[in-house]
């Protein structure tokens, strides 16, 4: 077996179907799908059998515990030489496969990642989600998006590693929150070689409301704030720029008249932001709503982040 592909899921059999479904029409197809059910209320158990006789797949169920040792737990039944980890709410281009093994021919990794992409069958509001969490005007431009090896930090959506990587490395340290961007820098720190597969990408749906947006995005903060703790200089100034954004965007009520340019900085960002997301998404719709996106999504990081910081924990 070539490919190991671990899937943690809780109370999400909808988003599941969907990925699997995708997965049958992988153009390359030497891999095995390890489904772990993470304490879920609402099983995939209907869903694994819907497949079982399409993918070769493994399905088990565990106590809750999170997605970093559900993934760990995954990473022991697997049978494969390369762990790929997707999140339940991807959708997988056909030519994944065929895309990753053709990089690691020319380029051999010990841990990769790849980017995601909204799609056009989802939402307009996803479609925006997906617009603003992999911009380089937002919190995407500081996701670990460099091609050179030793800054990038896959994420945990859409990561590989060998078999030999993750006996090295043990796996994810962290339950939750960032416990891909503390794994990446931890492999680094131990010689691995760590890289961006730019064509690997996967259509990726984030959330349904802005009100669930902003609380995985809070999440998202709060994380980089534990990896800071665990690895000395992993927070970075461009970290504190959600935060910074936070901050004046409160500020302005109340600075207003004294310093009206503040108002016209966050109306020339926004008009960049709708412009870009046009241009990106060829959809003026997904370009309105990319604007309300982007600030919940800057909003929710940064006030993540200063909650981690100030609370301690």
Request: overall charge positive; hydrophobic content about 40%; glycine content about 10%.
């Amino acid at each position: 077996m070539r490919y190991s592909v671990i899937i943690p899921v809780y109370n999400r059999p909808g988003e599941v179907d969907e990925l699997l479904a995708s997965l049958c029409k992988q153009t390359y197809t030497n891999f095995e799908v390890v489904l772990v059910e993470d304490g879920s209320n609402v099983t995939s158990q209907d869903v694994y059998e819907k497949y079982s006789s399409q993918l070769t797949i493994q399905y088990f169920f565990k106590p809750n515990s999170g997605p970093g040792p559900s993934r760990n737990f995954g990473f022991t039944k697997a049978r494969g030489d390369y762990f790929i980890v997707f999140d339940s709410d991807c959708v997988i281009p056909s030519e994944y496969f065929f895309v990753v093994e053709k990089h690691l021919a020319h380029e051999p990794l010990d841990v990769w990642g790849g980017p995601d992409r909204g799609h056009g069958d989802f939402t307009l509001l996803q479609q925006a989600m997906a617009y603003s969490m992999s911009s380089v005007l937002t919190t995407g431009g500081i996701r670990g998006g460099k091609k050179r090896v030793g800054s990038f930090q896959a994420r945990s959506f859409n990561m590989g590693m060998s078999r030999a990587a993750y006996e090295k490395t043990g796996g994810f340290k962290f339950d939750r929150y960032a416990e891909d961007i503390e794994f990446s820098l931890r492999a680094g720190k131990l010689g691995l070689k760590v890289g961006l597969i730019t064509e690997a990408f996967v259509y990726h749906k984030r959330r349904a409301t802005l009100n669930q947006f902003f609380r995985q995005v809070s999440n998202f903060g709060m994380g980089r704030v534990h990896v800071g703790r665990a690895h000395r200089g992993a927070i970075k100034l461009t970290h504190w720029f959600p935060s910074f954004f936070l901050m004046g965007l409160c500020a302005i009520p109340v600075t207003l008249f004294f310093f009206p340019w503040l108002l016209i900085l966050y109306a020339v960002y926004l008009f960049a932001v709708f412009f870009d997301s046009w241009r990106t998404t060829n959809n003026v719709r997904v370009a309105f709503l990319s604007i309300p996106s982007v600030i919940v999504q800057m909003a929710g990081y940064g006030s993540g982040f200063l909650k981690a910081l100030i609370s301690g924990r």
